[in-house]
Each structure stands twice: as C-alpha cells, then as structure tokens.
C-alpha cells in the first residue's frame, strides 16, 4: 500500500521549513535509515531519514520550496510490487488522518491550566478557613515530665531512637564516625551501630549526595550530613533534580526518602563563604520538605518526623543553637509533624514570625516590649514547607499587623512569600505594612563590627514593631 | 581485555567458525531485542516529526547491543539506571513497549503517566530506576543503588550506564572513589559514541580510554566492542562475576556508535555522512548477528522476515496505543509531589 511521507518537524518550535534538496529521486530503493532530503529549518539545515521501506513513487514537493507545512505529504513510498500509479492515488490521505493529532507539534504551555483554580495543591498549604480555626494544640500532653538538654544533645537522641528502631537508617557525612562529629552531632553513634550504619565520606558533597539519593531509591533511609549547608552547594543539583523531582517525574513510583541535615545560617566570624541562610532557596522547591527547629524540643521531635518520612527533608539546624538547652519532653516517641507552627508567646498587638535563630530576637524583643506594655504574639513556623499559614493569617487577624524575622537575605526571602500571602488573605484585617525584617544585603564581613551589623537585632525588632504600631 | 579499536575500524566479515558457543536460541532472542530496538526508536522519531511527541527525544539506534549484550549478562533482581537516551535500556530489562512510547507522546498510559516524558521513566517491577536528564548524575545514584544492595546483603548487581560526554563531569571521579572504597557491587558503563552532543572525544578530552581512568582509584575494567552483541555479554558476565564476588565495582567501556543524532534537533554538522554510513555498512550490530544466523544456517530468511513482521506488530501496537491512551487528567498537575 503506497504511503505519504510527510514533512518532519525537526525541532521542538518548527511549524514549516524549506525542502532545500532531495537525495532520492523517483524509482529509486528506500531503505529505512537512507537519507531522502535535506530540510532548512530556522536554526539549521538537517538530514531527513527514511523509516519506512519501498520505492519513492512520486515526489510530491519539488526542491528549493519554502515554507512547506509541518505533515504536509511531501512524496510517495510505494511497497513491494506496487507501480507508479499507485502514487497517483495515495491511500491514506496524509493531513487529514494526522490532523486529530495535532498538527501543531508543541502544546500549548497553557493546556491544562484550567486544572489551577480547582484542587488544592498537595505540597502547598489549604486556603485559609473562613471560620476560626481550632486553637494549635501542643506538642505534648499538659503535665508531661520534661528534661532540660541542648539542641546538640536533642538530635543526637533523636537519631538515636530513630536508628534503634528502623535497621534501614544510617547516617554518612564527613567526619561523622572517627571524629564524633564536627559539631559532635553524631557523638557515640559510631560505638552504639557500627562503620556500617555510620560512614565517614570523602570531603566530595555532590558524590556522596547522589550516593544518598541512590540508596534512598534502593530502599534505605539515608541521612546525609553536610558539615554546613554551605558545602550542599556543591550537592544541590542532587538536592533538586535528583531527590525532590523523581516522585513527580516517575509518576508517583519512586519516592526518595532521605534526610540533608547540618547547621546552616551565620555561626561567629566565619565570613560570607561559610555564613549563609539557605531556608529561602530550599523552601521554594515542590517536592521536598523544610524544617528549621528553634528548641531542643522542635530539633527532637522535628528529626524523628523527617528521618521516618517518605520525602527528602531539608533539616537546617544552627551552629550557634547546638548548646543551647530547653525543655524536651520525657516521652517513649515523641514527634513533631511538619506543618505545624507552634504559638510560643500569645499577644494580641502585633504578630511576629520567625523560625530557627530568628526566633531568639523575636522573643528577646517581645520581652522587652511587654515592659513597654505592647503585647506580641510569637509564631515559631518551624516547618516552612509544608507551611503553617493558617495559624500565621489567624493570628495577623488577632492583631492587624506583623512582622517577619529572619537572618538570610531580603530579595525573595520567607517573610516577602509571607507578606504577600497575608496580604492576599488577610488584606483587610492589616492596620500596617507586613514588615520583612532580614539580615543585611551583603555577603558576611569578617570584621566583627561589620558582622553584628550585617545581622538582624533585637533593636530592629523592638523598632520596627514600634513602626506598625505607630508608637 | 578486548581488542581496542573493534568498533574504529571495520570487522571482517564475520566467520561462523570464530563464534563462541552460543545457542540459535540466544541469537534469535538478541537479533529480536535489538530489531525491537532499533524499529521502536524509528517509530518514535516517526511520531517526533508528526508532533506527537515533544521537547527532547534521544534516539539510541546503532547502540542496541550495548544494552542487549549486558541485559543477557544481568540476572533477576539487578538494577540498572542511565540517561535521558533510556529507550533502549527500558525495552531491554523487559518494560513494555506501549508504556514507555505512551510515555513519549505525554499520554496516562506512559510509564510516568506522561509527567516525565522521553528522559524520565521508572519501573521498580523492573528495577529500572531512570532516566535521569542531567548529564553524569545518574552515576552516583547507581552506586547508591548498589550502596542499598550491600547493606542489605542481597547479591544484586547494578549497572550505571553513561556516555563519553559524563565520562568527563567530577562526579563520577568522586563515585569510583567512594564506590572502591567501600566495595559497591556497580558495573560502571561507558557507552563511548565518540560524540558527547556535538563533541568528539577527541576534541574534548587527551585522556581518551576512559576505562583506564579507573586505575586511578583501584578499579578493574576492559574495552569491549559494542557492536558485537557477543563480545559485550562476555564482558558483561566477567563485569557482573567481579562485583558478585565482592571485589568491588568493575568499569566496561563499550566502544559503540549512535547513529542519529544527539536529540532529534540535531543538524550533524560535526561528523561527515560518510563516517556514518560506514558504521552503518560495515559494523552494524543487528547485521551482525543476522549474517552470523544466515550464514551459519541457524535461521532462514523466512525465519528471520517473521520476527520482523512480530516485531512490527509490537511496535505498531505500541505507537497506537501512545496515540489513544488519553492525556493525563488535569488534576494530575497536582499529584505525586510528595508522598
């Protein structure tokens, strides 16, 4: 049965092109892979191989004609026996029978959008609820015995339970093992399980981040330590393109269950290549999830919840918290689930949200303001993807203003995403301008002076919720 | 280790009596896995040029023996991950061929349910585990792979298939490194075209038996000719025999031939037709296998002319399969991004 051989696209955007030359002319042999034509496109000229066997019949489209249409028949590919008349009559009539499928090769980027307005994004949180919601419950039962231990301390015991628990968690970084640790996270952990489940690495962050992702795919549950998150710069194609995208790209079959846990953020005198906030980058990212713990009691409960979670976590701790201690709660399991702020000081002046160090000039200043007489209400988001914004517009409704505290940088950072969506959802009930407070845009100086003020501080708090209360 | 410049330079022409001992049996089943192959990657190139399939679509015709050869090498329950040019190696562990072109042409029936389209398919019954579109990173994801393996003492092997082009990114050094050091049951395998997208090996690198590179960190490996289905499943089972024993990850640089070009927009400007075509007359692997069945009396014409028509059939089933099967449904946007 003779067939049309059509004009090829050749490139994702080509709609038509010039057929600049045959290589085969009428009567002869085509086998599949022989090069029947040479086609101009805009960007090049290329070579147009035959798929199909036979004789070419009747050349449909002389050489050196423009702007030929993508599918338009440019000849005729008889089969075995056929004659040339054949050709006369093509049995299948090449554009009407390719027409339902979509003459034009590239589909339209807006194609489905319509699917936007209806569900609720999965990874993003619900619309605010109309109705108030119920109070946030606390982590733990009223009452429960507590134990005062640092972050440092707190994480170690958390992973500690978790490894206890489940044979398939094992924790790799660079001097995790031998040297207990660079900030002595993972002290004791080589004694209690062994070089098999606590791996020292190569100082090499994008081979052993891909090690990680592959051994999540092959059914682990890796925790991977940065000595800081900013050494994951080297791993973050990993991070992104290999762990947070797969589930989606395998069309729900292959999930990456792993942990990116180190300290993050400023530590003392380190200067701009070792002192960066990465909570923005991170957070902008479907697919994985980002907790920054403030309390030893946020770093327990948060690490058990991310080490037995089916997603990658971004877990961003800070040096400068490691030894500072709190109350964690004296419980067989106790866990924190993601997306869920916890209101550490009510208020009913002003909001303030922050997470990990933020929170420790959020509090500062809203101590000092209560001896002023303002009243903040102290939001500690804790997760920022999954996000808490329904706890966050309840309160900004409570107290028609807010403000939002953290130490990375102010061009796209957590509080301009906040601010926006409490403008969107909440624009009535504001008094004030959502104020973002951030550390300085500059890359961290050295000098120790410069360093403080490249920070955020709890002057800038107290001042700036002095602002929005137009005190 | 095999001859280095088998796939330069054109074989004689083949001699049945020079073939080890192989079954008409395991020739047939290779002559039909890489006919599968290389009919599929025609068809799918058919279906980019009437825009039913879009962006970026990698052909592997020409490579077919590589992964047919190695696959023959594999036993159940081994993993292999690769690149975005992953057709070839998904048709070959046994993925289906409806699933992976519906896949192609964006539809629900596609093995990602059309969300990752040519680059991005996975199949864990298959332990397929991509498909990875950034060039050299699925190298340390198979020897993470192959770091589960070990830790849970299963026996599996795991090949991690790259091309020339990654054989230069800092990855993989930092991978042989690590997969040494801890004895990692990985065959690292370099499917050498010559051409990393439009660069030759020759202009993008003066170390250039890539295999040997792995001395540096202590690893084992060899050259085979990836134009003989046969030479490169001996290698493959030598490959897969070092990991299984223990001793470690095992480098094999198959010495092969893509013969279209990188991605479907691709004008061959760096090569000479010429070049091509000699590969193609000379050192083309299904051909290879085809006269060693003719001309040792294995099979006939007309057995060979009727996997031909079932292979058709395959993949004609498959394209229109990929042409039914509907587009995902909208609220699909809004699945799968975290479990």
Partial sequence: ?471 | MATAQAAQTAAPAPDSAAIPNVSREELLTYYREMLLIRRFEEKAGQLYGMGLIGGFCHLYIGQEAVVVGLEAAAEEGDKRVTSYRDHGHMLACGMDAKGVMAELTGRIGGYSKGKGGSMHMFSKERHFYGGHGIVAAQVPIGAGLAFADKYLDNGRVTFTYFGDGAANQGQVYETYNMAQLWSLPVVFVIENNQYAMGTSVKRSTMSRTYWERGAAYGIAGEEVDGMDVLAVKAAGQRAVEHCRAGNGPYILEVKTYRYRGHSMSDPAKYRTREEVQKMKDERDPIEHVRSILLTGNHATEDDLKAIDREIKDIVNEAAEFSKESPEPDVSELWTDIVA
């Fill in chain 1, 1 to 471: 049965m003779a067939t049309n051989i059509l004009m090829p696209a050749l490139s994702p955007t080509m709609e038509e092109g010039t057929l600049a030359r045959w290589l085969k002319k009428e009567g002869d042999p085509i086998k599949s892979g022989d090069i029947l034509a040479e086609i101009e496109t805009d960007k090049a000229t290329m070579e147009f191989e035959a798929v199909d066997e036979g004789t070419l019949g009747k050349i449909l489209v002389p050489e050196g004609t423009e702007g030929v249409k993508v599918n338009a028949p440019i000849a005729v590919l008889l089969a075995e026996g056929e004659d040339a008349s054949a050709a006369e009559a093509p049995a299948t009539p090449a554009p009407s029978a390719s027409a339902g499928e979509g003459s034009v090769p590239i589909p339209s980027p807006l194609k489905g959008s319509e699917g936007r307005a209806e569900p609720t994004p999965a990874d993003t949180p619900a619309p605010v609820p109309a109705e108030p919601k119920a109070p946030v419950t606390p982590d733990y039962p009223e009452g429960t015995a507590t134990r005062t231990m640092t972050v440092r301390e707190a994480l170690r015991e958390a992973m500690t339970e978790e490894m206890r628990r489940d044979d398939t968690v094992f924790l790799m970084g660079e001097e995790v093992g031998e040297y207990q640790g660079a900030y002595k996270i993972s002290q004791g952990l080589l004694d209690e399980f062994g070089p098999k489940r606590v791996i020292d690495t190569p100082i090499t962050e994008y081979g052993f981040a891909g090690i990680g992702v592959g051994a999540a795919f092959g059914g682990l549950k890796p925790i991977v330590e940065f000595m800081t998150f900013n050494f994951a710069m080297q791993a973050m194609d990993h991070i992104i393109n290999s762990a947070a995208k797969t589930l989606y790209m395998s069309g729900g079959q292959m999930g990456c269950p792993i942990v990116f846990r180190g300290p993050n953020g400023a530590a003392a005198r380190v200067a701009a290549q070792h002192s960066q906030d990465y909570a923005a980058w991170f957070m902008q990212v479907p697919g994985l999830r980002v907790v920054m713990p403030y309390s030893a009691a946020d770093a327990k409960g948060l690490m058990k919840t991310a080490i037995r979670d089916p997603n990658p976590v971004i877990f961003l701790e800070n040096e400068i918290l490691y030894g500072r201690s709190f109350e964690v709660p004296e419980m067989d399991d106790f866990t924190i689930p993601f997306g869920k702020a916890k209101i550490e000081r009510a208020g009913s002046d002003v909001t303030l949200v922050s997470f990990g160090i933020g929170m420790t000039y959020a509090l500062q200043a809203a101590e000092e303001l209560a001896r002023q007489g303002v009243e903040a209400e102290v939001i500690n988001l804790r997760s920022l993807r999954p996000m808490d914004l329904p706890t966050v517009i309840e309160s900004v409704k409570k107290t028609n203003r807010c403000i939002t505290i953290e130490e990375g940088w102010p061009q796209g950072s957590v509080g301009s995403y906040i601010g926006s969506q409490i403008m969107r959802e909440a624009f009535d009930y504001l008094d004030a301008p959502v104020i973002s407070l951030t550390g300085k845009d500059v890359p961290m100086p050295y000098a120790a002076n410069l360093e403080k003020l490249a920070l955020i501080t709890v002057a800038e708090v107290i001042d700036a919720v002095k602002q929005v209360t137009y005190r």
